[in-house]
Protein backbone atom coordinates (compact mmCIF):
# COMPACT_ATOMS: atom_id res chain seq x y z
CA UNK A 1 0.00 0.00 0.00
CA UNK A 2 1.75 3.21 -1.21
CA UNK A 3 1.46 6.57 0.08
CA UNK A 4 1.00 7.09 3.96
CA UNK A 5 2.35 4.98 6.58
CA UNK A 6 0.02 3.56 9.36
CA UNK A 7 -0.37 2.58 12.82
CA UNK A 8 -2.91 0.21 13.92
CA UNK A 9 -4.84 -0.48 17.46
CA UNK A 10 -5.84 -3.94 17.94
CA UNK A 11 -8.08 -5.00 21.09
CA UNK A 12 -8.62 -8.16 23.12
CA UNK A 13 -12.13 -7.17 23.24
CA UNK A 14 -14.65 -4.90 22.68
CA UNK A 15 -14.46 -1.33 24.72
CA UNK A 16 -10.78 -1.91 25.94
CA UNK A 17 -10.14 1.47 24.99
CA UNK A 18 -8.68 1.13 20.87
CA UNK A 19 -11.41 4.32 19.73
CA UNK A 20 -9.84 6.51 22.73
CA UNK A 21 -6.10 5.33 22.31
CA UNK A 22 -6.62 5.99 18.39
CA UNK A 23 -8.31 10.20 19.26
CA UNK A 24 -5.24 10.48 21.35
CA UNK A 25 -2.64 9.24 18.51
CA UNK A 26 -4.52 11.51 16.19
CA UNK A 27 -4.04 14.05 18.39
CA UNK A 28 -0.47 13.37 19.40
CA UNK A 29 0.80 12.55 15.80
CA UNK A 30 -1.03 16.10 14.54
CA UNK A 31 1.22 18.03 17.18
CA UNK A 32 4.12 16.25 16.16
CA UNK A 33 3.43 17.93 12.43
CA UNK A 34 2.04 14.88 10.76
CA UNK A 35 -0.59 15.10 8.31
CA UNK A 36 -2.93 12.44 10.13
CA UNK A 37 -6.43 10.77 9.30
CA UNK A 38 -8.64 8.39 11.78
CA UNK A 39 -9.52 4.64 9.84
CA UNK A 40 -11.68 1.86 10.95
CA UNK A 41 -12.65 -0.67 7.96
CA UNK A 42 -16.04 -1.20 9.78
CA UNK A 43 -17.50 0.29 12.81
CA UNK A 44 -21.10 -1.33 14.21
CA UNK A 45 -22.46 1.35 16.51
CA UNK A 46 -25.64 3.67 16.92
CA UNK A 47 -24.13 6.96 17.36
CA UNK A 48 -23.76 8.42 14.52
CA UNK A 49 -22.62 11.46 12.24
CA UNK A 50 -23.65 13.44 8.83
CA UNK A 51 -20.72 14.95 7.06
CA UNK A 52 -20.68 18.32 4.72
CA UNK A 53 -20.90 15.91 1.80
CA UNK A 54 -24.55 14.32 3.57
CA UNK A 55 -22.47 10.77 4.11
CA UNK A 56 -23.12 8.87 7.09
CA UNK A 57 -20.26 7.87 9.33
CA UNK A 58 -19.95 6.63 12.97
CA UNK A 59 -18.90 8.88 15.80
CA UNK A 60 -16.19 7.24 16.43
CA UNK A 61 -14.24 8.14 13.85
CA UNK A 62 -15.28 11.65 13.79
CA UNK A 63 -14.01 12.06 16.80
CA UNK A 64 -10.96 10.80 15.91
CA UNK A 65 -11.07 13.06 12.95
CA UNK A 66 -11.79 16.23 15.22
CA UNK A 67 -8.40 14.95 17.25
CA UNK A 68 -6.55 14.72 14.15
CA UNK A 69 -8.21 18.80 13.45
CA UNK A 70 -9.32 17.69 10.05
CA UNK A 71 -13.31 17.78 8.78
CA UNK A 72 -14.83 14.13 9.00
CA UNK A 73 -15.17 12.16 5.68
CA UNK A 74 -16.90 8.82 5.23
CA UNK A 75 -13.87 7.30 4.06
CA UNK A 76 -12.02 7.40 7.81
CA UNK A 77 -15.06 4.76 7.86
CA UNK A 78 -16.56 3.08 5.03
CA UNK A 79 -18.80 0.34 6.40
CA UNK A 80 -21.15 1.27 9.49
CA UNK A 81 -23.66 -0.94 10.81
CA UNK A 82 -26.57 0.20 12.58
CA UNK A 83 -28.36 -2.36 14.55
CA UNK A 84 -32.10 -2.66 13.67
CA UNK A 85 -33.61 -5.64 15.97
CA UNK A 86 -31.42 -8.49 17.76
CA UNK A 87 -31.05 -10.43 14.79
CA UNK A 88 -30.03 -7.38 11.81
CA UNK A 89 -28.78 -4.20 10.54
CA UNK A 90 -29.08 -1.51 8.23
CA UNK A 91 -26.04 -1.59 6.63
CA UNK A 92 -24.45 1.94 5.44
CA UNK A 93 -21.79 1.88 2.80
CA UNK A 94 -19.60 5.21 1.96
CA UNK A 95 -22.12 7.11 4.04
CA UNK A 96 -25.46 6.20 2.04
CA UNK A 97 -27.68 2.93 3.32
CA UNK A 98 -27.85 -0.12 0.98
CA UNK A 99 -30.55 -2.02 2.90
CA UNK A 100 -31.29 -3.97 6.04
CA UNK A 101 -28.86 -7.06 6.47
CA UNK A 102 -29.35 -10.29 8.44
CA UNK A 103 -26.20 -11.16 10.35
CA UNK A 104 -25.79 -14.31 8.28
CA UNK A 105 -26.64 -12.39 4.52
CA UNK A 106 -24.64 -9.46 5.55
CA UNK A 107 -21.70 -12.22 6.33
CA UNK A 108 -22.11 -13.48 2.75
CA UNK A 109 -22.08 -10.21 1.46
CA UNK A 110 -18.71 -8.86 2.88
CA UNK A 111 -16.69 -9.99 0.48
CA UNK A 112 -17.95 -7.14 -2.15
CA UNK A 113 -17.32 -4.92 0.45
CA UNK A 114 -13.53 -5.76 0.01
CA UNK A 115 -12.86 -3.10 -2.61
CA UNK A 116 -14.71 -0.32 -1.06
CA UNK A 117 -12.77 -0.76 2.14
CA UNK A 118 -9.58 -0.70 -0.33
CA UNK A 119 -10.55 2.19 -2.05
CA UNK A 120 -11.52 4.66 1.08
CA UNK A 121 -8.20 3.92 2.73
CA UNK A 122 -5.97 4.47 -0.44
CA UNK A 123 -7.60 7.44 -0.84
CA UNK A 124 -6.46 8.80 2.78
CA UNK A 125 -2.99 7.34 1.85
CA UNK A 126 -2.65 10.09 -1.08
CA UNK A 127 -3.75 12.80 1.28
CA UNK A 128 -2.11 11.93 4.32
CA UNK A 129 1.62 10.96 5.76
CA UNK A 130 0.25 9.25 8.76
CA UNK A 131 -2.71 6.89 9.15
CA UNK A 132 -4.39 5.67 12.40
CA UNK A 133 -6.42 2.76 11.97
CA UNK A 134 -8.89 1.17 14.57
CA UNK A 135 -9.74 -2.58 14.67
CA UNK A 136 -12.96 -3.77 16.38
CA UNK A 137 -14.11 -6.31 19.25
CA UNK A 138 -11.11 -8.96 19.71
CA UNK A 139 -8.45 -9.60 16.67
CA UNK A 140 -8.86 -13.36 17.39
CA UNK A 141 -12.27 -14.16 16.48
CA UNK A 142 -11.41 -17.35 14.79
CA UNK A 143 -14.93 -18.16 13.86
CA UNK A 144 -15.02 -15.01 12.19
CA UNK A 145 -11.45 -14.14 10.52
CA UNK A 146 -12.51 -16.22 7.29
CA UNK A 147 -14.54 -12.57 6.00
CA UNK A 148 -12.57 -10.38 8.49
CA UNK A 149 -12.20 -6.40 7.18
CA UNK A 150 -11.45 -4.52 10.33
CA UNK A 151 -8.90 -6.60 12.02
CA UNK A 152 -5.79 -8.83 11.03
CA UNK A 153 -6.88 -8.68 6.87
CA UNK A 154 -6.69 -4.65 7.30
CA UNK A 155 -3.52 -4.69 9.07
CA UNK A 156 -2.44 -6.64 5.87
CA UNK A 157 -3.90 -4.91 3.67
CA UNK A 158 -2.76 -1.72 5.52
CA UNK A 159 0.38 -3.59 5.81
CA UNK A 160 0.43 -1.87 8.87
CA UNK A 161 2.64 -1.78 12.47
CA UNK A 162 -0.09 -3.03 15.49
CA UNK A 163 -0.31 -2.84 19.01
CA UNK A 164 -2.91 -4.93 20.94
CA UNK A 165 -4.52 -2.90 23.97
CA UNK A 166 -5.50 -5.06 26.54
CA UNK A 167 -8.07 -3.78 29.68
CA UNK A 168 -6.57 -4.48 32.84
CA UNK A 169 -10.12 -2.60 34.64
CA UNK A 170 -12.32 -6.00 33.75
CA UNK A 171 -9.43 -8.10 35.55
CA UNK A 172 -7.66 -11.50 32.91
CA UNK A 173 -4.72 -8.74 31.61
CA UNK A 174 -2.70 -11.62 31.31
CA UNK A 175 -4.70 -14.31 29.97
CA UNK A 176 -6.68 -11.40 26.90
CA UNK A 177 -2.80 -9.93 26.02
CA UNK A 178 -0.57 -13.21 26.05
CA UNK A 179 -4.17 -15.44 24.89
CA UNK A 180 -4.38 -13.07 21.95
CA UNK A 181 -1.24 -12.70 21.04
CA UNK A 182 -0.81 -16.53 21.01
CA UNK A 183 -3.96 -17.22 18.62
CA UNK A 184 -2.21 -15.52 15.91
CA UNK A 185 -0.75 -16.58 13.31
CA UNK A 186 3.41 -16.13 12.83
CA UNK A 187 3.05 -13.80 9.79
CA UNK A 188 0.30 -11.67 12.20
CA UNK A 189 2.23 -11.75 14.88
CA UNK A 190 5.10 -10.06 13.40
CA UNK A 191 3.29 -7.11 12.77
CA UNK A 192 2.36 -6.60 16.82
CA UNK A 193 5.13 -4.13 17.60
CA UNK A 194 3.94 -3.86 21.40
CA UNK A 195 1.12 -3.90 24.21
CA UNK A 196 -0.64 -1.47 25.87
CA UNK A 197 -2.06 -2.41 28.78
CA UNK A 198 -5.11 0.03 29.61
CA UNK A 199 -6.98 1.89 32.21
CA UNK A 200 -5.18 0.92 35.46
CA UNK A 201 -6.71 1.90 38.66
CA UNK A 202 -3.87 2.68 40.64
CA UNK A 203 0.27 3.75 40.70
CA UNK A 204 1.41 2.52 37.27
CA UNK A 205 4.73 1.26 38.93
CA UNK A 206 2.71 -1.20 40.86
CA UNK A 207 2.11 -3.09 37.20
CA UNK A 208 5.88 -3.25 36.82
CA UNK A 209 5.94 -6.95 37.58
CA UNK A 210 3.21 -7.36 35.18
CA UNK A 211 5.07 -5.70 32.87
CA UNK A 212 8.17 -7.54 32.96
CA UNK A 213 5.65 -11.10 33.22
CA UNK A 214 4.07 -10.21 29.57
CA UNK A 215 7.74 -9.37 28.04
CA UNK A 216 9.11 -11.79 29.10
CA UNK A 217 6.28 -14.27 28.24
CA UNK A 218 5.24 -12.92 24.50
CA UNK A 219 8.92 -11.62 23.61
CA UNK A 220 6.61 -7.88 22.89
CA UNK A 221 7.48 -4.73 24.67
CA UNK A 222 4.54 -3.16 26.61
CA UNK A 223 4.84 0.04 25.16
CA UNK A 224 2.90 1.95 28.38
CA UNK A 225 0.36 1.24 30.70
CA UNK A 226 -2.25 4.09 30.94
CA UNK A 227 -4.13 4.51 33.90
CA UNK A 228 -8.02 4.68 34.19
CA UNK A 229 -8.95 8.07 33.72
CA UNK A 230 -13.29 10.00 34.58
CA UNK A 231 -12.27 13.76 34.59
CA UNK A 232 -11.40 13.51 31.05
CA UNK A 233 -14.79 14.16 28.56
CA UNK A 234 -14.73 12.28 25.18
CA UNK A 235 -18.59 11.66 23.14
CA UNK A 236 -18.77 7.51 23.12
CA UNK A 237 -20.91 5.57 20.38
CA UNK A 238 -21.51 2.76 21.72
CA UNK A 239 -24.29 1.16 24.35
CA UNK A 240 -21.62 -0.58 26.60
CA UNK A 241 -19.92 3.32 27.53
CA UNK A 242 -23.86 4.60 27.99
CA UNK A 243 -24.44 1.50 30.76
CA UNK A 244 -21.68 2.46 32.85
CA UNK A 245 -23.43 6.67 32.29
CA UNK A 246 -27.08 4.80 33.82
CA UNK A 247 -24.38 3.54 36.49
CA UNK A 248 -22.37 6.71 37.70
CA UNK A 249 -23.71 9.36 40.10
CA UNK A 250 -22.99 12.53 38.67
CA UNK A 251 -21.26 15.04 41.01
CA UNK A 252 -20.67 18.16 39.03
CA UNK A 253 -23.49 19.35 38.90
CA UNK A 254 -24.66 22.27 41.13
CA UNK A 255 -27.76 22.09 43.81
CA UNK A 256 -29.62 24.27 41.92
CA UNK A 257 -29.39 22.81 38.34
CA UNK A 258 -32.01 21.76 36.28
CA UNK A 259 -32.35 17.78 36.35
CA UNK A 260 -32.29 16.30 32.59
CA UNK A 261 -33.16 12.71 32.37
CA UNK A 262 -32.80 11.27 29.15
CA UNK A 263 -35.34 7.62 28.10
CA UNK A 264 -32.89 4.67 27.83
CA UNK A 265 -34.46 3.01 24.52
CA UNK A 266 -33.84 -0.26 23.78
CA UNK A 267 -32.22 1.04 20.32
CA UNK A 268 -31.14 4.51 21.50
CA UNK A 269 -28.77 6.37 19.29
CA UNK A 270 -27.30 9.59 18.87
CA UNK A 271 -26.78 9.99 22.27
CA UNK A 272 -23.78 12.28 21.81
CA UNK A 273 -26.20 14.49 21.58
CA UNK A 274 -26.50 15.09 24.94
CA UNK A 275 -22.73 15.40 25.22
CA UNK A 276 -22.97 19.04 25.92
CA UNK A 277 -25.22 19.11 28.74
CA UNK A 278 -22.78 16.80 30.49
CA UNK A 279 -20.18 19.68 30.11
CA UNK A 280 -22.43 22.39 31.93
CA UNK A 281 -22.75 22.05 35.73
CA UNK A 282 -26.29 24.01 35.36
CA UNK A 283 -27.42 20.40 34.07
CA UNK A 284 -27.88 17.13 36.29
CA UNK A 285 -28.33 14.55 33.09
CA UNK A 286 -29.35 11.17 33.92
CA UNK A 287 -30.29 8.29 32.05
CA UNK A 288 -32.80 6.03 32.91
CA UNK A 289 -35.04 3.27 32.15
CA UNK A 290 -37.76 2.69 35.01
CA UNK A 291 -40.84 4.70 34.79
CA UNK A 292 -41.20 5.51 38.63
CA UNK A 293 -37.92 8.03 38.13
CA UNK A 294 -39.59 10.46 36.00
CA UNK A 295 -41.57 12.44 38.09
CA UNK A 296 -37.56 13.65 39.53
CA UNK A 297 -37.07 15.46 36.35
CA UNK A 298 -37.83 18.85 35.03
CA UNK A 299 -37.45 17.79 31.71
CA UNK A 300 -37.62 14.65 30.27
CA UNK A 301 -36.14 13.89 26.44
CA UNK A 302 -37.02 11.15 24.26
CA UNK A 303 -33.93 10.35 21.96
CA UNK A 304 -32.84 9.05 18.55
CA UNK A 305 -34.33 5.57 18.23
CA UNK A 306 -33.00 3.15 15.40
CA UNK A 307 -36.58 1.76 15.46
CA UNK A 308 -39.36 4.16 16.37
CA UNK A 309 -41.92 1.15 16.38
CA UNK A 310 -40.53 -1.62 18.46
CA UNK A 311 -39.32 1.05 21.22
CA UNK A 312 -42.65 2.20 21.68
CA UNK A 313 -43.57 -0.57 22.00
CA UNK A 314 -40.90 -1.39 24.83
CA UNK A 315 -42.02 1.76 26.57
CA UNK A 316 -45.68 0.44 26.46
CA UNK A 317 -44.90 -3.01 27.88
CA UNK A 318 -42.28 -0.95 30.87
CA UNK A 319 -44.86 1.39 31.38
CA UNK A 320 -43.02 4.24 30.70
CA UNK A 321 -45.40 5.58 27.76
CA UNK A 322 -48.08 6.00 30.61
CA UNK A 323 -45.00 7.55 32.96
CA UNK A 324 -44.20 9.92 30.35
CA UNK A 325 -48.06 11.08 30.02
CA UNK A 326 -48.94 11.40 33.61
CA UNK A 327 -45.69 13.50 33.68
CA UNK A 328 -46.30 16.00 30.89
CA UNK A 329 -50.18 16.00 32.32
CA UNK A 330 -48.43 17.32 35.62
CA UNK A 331 -46.54 19.96 33.90
CA UNK A 332 -43.53 18.63 32.93
CA UNK A 333 -41.46 18.91 29.53
CA UNK A 334 -41.06 16.71 27.29
CA UNK A 335 -38.78 16.65 24.29
CA UNK A 336 -38.04 14.41 21.31
CA UNK A 337 -34.83 14.02 19.18
CA UNK A 338 -35.46 12.11 16.05
CA UNK A 339 -37.02 8.73 16.48
CA UNK A 340 -37.84 10.31 20.51
CA UNK A 341 -40.02 13.30 18.45
CA UNK A 342 -41.63 10.48 16.01
CA UNK A 343 -43.54 8.89 19.48
CA UNK A 344 -44.51 11.68 20.32
CA UNK A 345 -47.14 12.05 18.07
CA UNK A 346 -50.39 10.26 18.17
CA UNK A 347 -49.97 7.50 15.91
CA UNK A 348 -46.18 5.92 13.27
CA UNK A 349 -46.95 4.40 10.55
CA UNK A 350 -44.75 2.22 8.48
CA UNK A 351 -46.45 1.14 5.30
CA UNK A 352 -43.43 -0.17 3.47
CA UNK A 353 -42.21 -2.21 6.63
CA UNK A 354 -38.54 0.45 6.57
CA UNK A 355 -38.46 -0.74 10.53
CA UNK A 356 -40.77 -3.49 11.40
CA UNK A 357 -43.49 -5.38 10.63
CA UNK A 358 -46.01 -3.86 12.23
CA UNK A 359 -47.80 -1.25 9.90
CA UNK A 360 -49.23 1.21 12.61
CA UNK A 361 -48.98 1.70 16.03
CA UNK A 362 -50.11 4.13 18.07
CA UNK A 363 -47.38 7.24 19.70
CA UNK A 364 -47.53 8.47 23.02
CA UNK A 365 -50.15 11.02 22.39
CA UNK A 366 -48.07 14.35 23.24
CA UNK A 367 -47.55 16.37 19.82
CA UNK A 368 -50.49 16.99 17.59
CA UNK A 369 -48.95 15.35 14.59
CA UNK A 370 -48.74 12.00 13.17
CA UNK A 371 -45.12 9.99 11.24
CA UNK A 372 -45.01 7.76 8.36
CA UNK A 373 -41.68 6.18 7.56
CA UNK A 374 -40.25 6.26 4.07
CA UNK A 375 -37.64 4.15 2.39
CA UNK A 376 -35.71 6.93 1.35
CA UNK A 377 -33.11 8.46 4.16
CA UNK A 378 -32.90 11.86 4.90
CA UNK A 379 -28.74 12.48 5.60
CA UNK A 380 -27.99 16.16 5.69
CA UNK A 381 -26.33 18.86 7.58
CA UNK A 382 -28.43 22.13 8.05
CA UNK A 383 -28.64 25.42 9.20
CA UNK A 384 -31.90 26.48 10.73
CA UNK A 385 -33.58 29.49 13.64
CA UNK A 386 -36.50 28.88 15.59
CA UNK A 387 -39.69 30.60 14.71
CA UNK A 388 -42.08 28.35 16.83
CA UNK A 389 -44.07 31.22 19.10
CA UNK A 390 -44.59 28.54 21.67
CA UNK A 391 -41.01 28.92 22.73
CA UNK A 392 -40.24 31.65 24.96
CA UNK A 393 -36.42 31.77 23.49
CA UNK A 394 -35.45 35.52 22.63
CA UNK A 395 -33.03 35.60 19.62
CA UNK A 396 -34.89 32.82 17.74
CA UNK A 397 -33.28 34.76 14.54
CA UNK A 398 -29.86 32.97 15.53
CA UNK A 399 -28.23 30.58 13.53
CA UNK A 400 -27.96 26.89 14.79
CA UNK A 401 -26.16 24.17 13.19
CA UNK A 402 -26.96 20.36 12.92
CA UNK A 403 -27.93 17.12 11.06
CA UNK A 404 -30.26 15.10 10.07
CA UNK A 405 -30.27 11.29 9.83
CA UNK A 406 -34.10 9.69 9.77
CA UNK A 407 -36.32 7.72 7.42
CA UNK A 408 -39.78 9.21 8.47
CA UNK A 409 -41.80 12.29 7.84
CA UNK A 410 -43.85 14.04 10.71
CA UNK A 411 -47.44 16.22 9.53
CA UNK A 412 -49.58 18.10 11.98
CA UNK A 413 -52.72 17.67 13.28
CA UNK A 414 -53.34 21.52 13.26
CA UNK A 415 -52.94 22.05 16.73
CA UNK A 416 -48.86 21.73 16.63
CA UNK A 417 -46.77 24.18 14.99
CA UNK A 418 -43.56 24.06 13.11
CA UNK A 419 -40.28 24.33 15.35
CA UNK A 420 -37.66 25.49 13.06
CA UNK A 421 -37.13 27.30 9.66
CA UNK A 422 -33.96 25.22 7.64
CA UNK A 423 -32.02 27.92 5.80
CA UNK A 424 -29.28 25.58 4.43
CA UNK A 425 -29.23 22.19 4.09
CA UNK A 426 -25.44 20.51 2.59
CA UNK A 427 -24.02 23.83 1.85
CA UNK A 428 -27.23 25.23 -0.40
CA UNK A 429 -29.82 27.73 0.45
CA UNK A 430 -33.44 26.25 1.67
CA UNK A 431 -36.96 27.08 2.84
CA UNK A 432 -38.09 24.13 5.12
CA UNK A 433 -40.01 23.82 8.28
CA UNK A 434 -38.51 21.13 10.80
CA UNK A 435 -39.79 20.07 13.99
CA UNK A 436 -43.19 20.66 16.08
CA UNK A 437 -43.97 21.84 19.30
CA UNK A 438 -47.49 22.43 21.25
CA UNK A 439 -48.88 25.66 21.90
CA UNK A 440 -47.90 25.32 25.59
CA UNK A 441 -44.22 24.68 25.04
CA UNK A 442 -43.84 21.71 27.11
CA UNK A 443 -43.70 19.40 24.31
CA UNK A 444 -41.49 19.98 21.10
CA UNK A 445 -39.32 17.41 19.35
CA UNK A 446 -36.93 17.52 16.19
CA UNK A 447 -35.71 16.07 13.64
CA UNK A 448 -31.98 18.00 13.91
CA UNK A 449 -29.57 16.31 15.54
CA UNK A 450 -26.44 18.12 17.55
CA UNK A 451 -28.90 21.67 18.29
CA UNK A 452 -27.71 21.33 21.93
CA UNK A 453 -23.86 21.99 20.90
CA UNK A 454 -25.45 25.30 19.89
CA UNK A 455 -24.01 27.38 23.22
CA UNK A 456 -27.05 30.34 22.10
CA UNK A 457 -29.49 27.69 21.99
CA UNK A 458 -28.69 25.54 24.83
CA UNK A 459 -28.20 28.34 27.20
CA UNK A 460 -31.92 29.80 25.99
CA UNK A 461 -32.87 26.40 26.54
CA UNK A 462 -31.53 25.43 30.00
CA UNK A 463 -33.05 28.60 30.88
CA UNK A 464 -36.19 27.84 29.85
CA UNK A 465 -36.57 24.50 31.72
CA UNK A 466 -35.13 26.72 34.97
CA UNK A 467 -37.68 29.21 34.35
CA UNK A 468 -40.32 26.86 34.41
CA UNK A 469 -39.56 24.82 37.55
CA UNK A 470 -38.60 27.60 39.82
CA UNK A 471 -35.04 27.44 39.73
CA UNK A 472 -32.48 30.22 39.20
CA UNK A 473 -29.61 29.08 37.19
CA UNK A 474 -26.32 31.14 36.93
CA UNK A 475 -25.55 31.66 32.50
CA UNK A 476 -22.41 30.85 31.41
CA UNK A 477 -20.27 33.54 30.07
CA UNK A 478 -20.74 34.74 26.32
CA UNK A 479 -16.65 33.07 25.83
CA UNK A 480 -17.86 29.84 26.81
CA UNK A 481 -17.92 27.17 23.70
CA UNK A 482 -18.56 23.83 23.67
CA UNK A 483 -16.58 22.94 20.15
CA UNK A 484 -13.10 24.75 22.02
CA UNK A 485 -14.18 22.94 25.41
CA UNK A 486 -13.48 19.62 23.44
CA UNK A 487 -10.54 20.89 21.48
CA UNK A 488 -9.54 21.28 25.14
CA UNK A 489 -10.34 17.71 25.71
CA UNK A 490 -8.27 16.39 22.88
CA UNK A 491 -5.17 18.13 24.10
CA UNK A 492 -5.59 16.51 27.65
CA UNK A 493 -5.87 13.31 26.45
CA UNK A 494 -3.24 13.60 24.04
CA UNK A 495 -0.90 14.66 27.02
CA UNK A 496 -2.10 12.20 29.54
CA UNK A 497 -1.44 9.19 26.91
CA UNK A 498 2.06 10.89 26.19
CA UNK A 499 3.06 10.38 29.90
CA UNK A 500 2.33 7.10 29.94
CA UNK A 501 3.13 5.35 26.52
CA UNK A 502 6.59 5.67 24.30
CA UNK A 503 5.63 7.34 21.72
CA UNK A 504 9.03 7.82 20.51
CA UNK A 505 9.39 4.20 20.09
CA UNK A 506 5.85 4.24 18.46
CA UNK A 507 6.94 6.87 15.88
CA UNK A 508 10.18 5.41 15.28
CA UNK A 509 8.45 1.53 14.80
CA UNK A 510 6.58 3.84 11.87
CA UNK A 511 9.19 5.11 10.43
CA UNK A 512 10.17 1.88 10.07
CA UNK A 513 7.28 0.67 7.96
CA UNK A 514 8.33 0.11 3.91
Request: proline share 5%; aromatic share 8%; glycine share 10%.
Amino acid sequence: MSGAKSIMFLGTGSDVGKSVLAAAFCRIFRNEGYRVAPFKAQNMALNSFITPQGGEMGRAQVVQAEAAGIEPHVDMNPILLKPTSQMGSQVIVLGRAIGNFSAGSYYEYKEKLVPVVRGAFERLCSKNDLIVIEGAGSAVELNLKERDLVNMAMAEMADAKCILVGDIDRGGIFASLLGSYSLLEPAERERIVGFIVNKLRGDPRLFEDGVKILQKRSGVPVLGVVPYFEDISLPEEDSVALGRRMAATPDRALPSAVRAGVVRLPFISNYTDFDPFESDPRVDLVYFDRPSEIFGFDVVIIPGSKNTIEDLEALRKTGMADALSAFYKSGGVVVGLCGGYQMMGSVVRDPHGVESSIEVTPGLGLLDMETEMYPEKTTSQVEAGVISESLPFPGRREALSGYEIHMGRSISGGLAKPLFKIVRRDGKPADIEDGLAQPDGRAWGTYIHGIFDNDGFRNMFIEDIARRSGKVVSSFSDSFSFRLRKEEQYDRLAEFVRNHVDVARILEEVKRQK
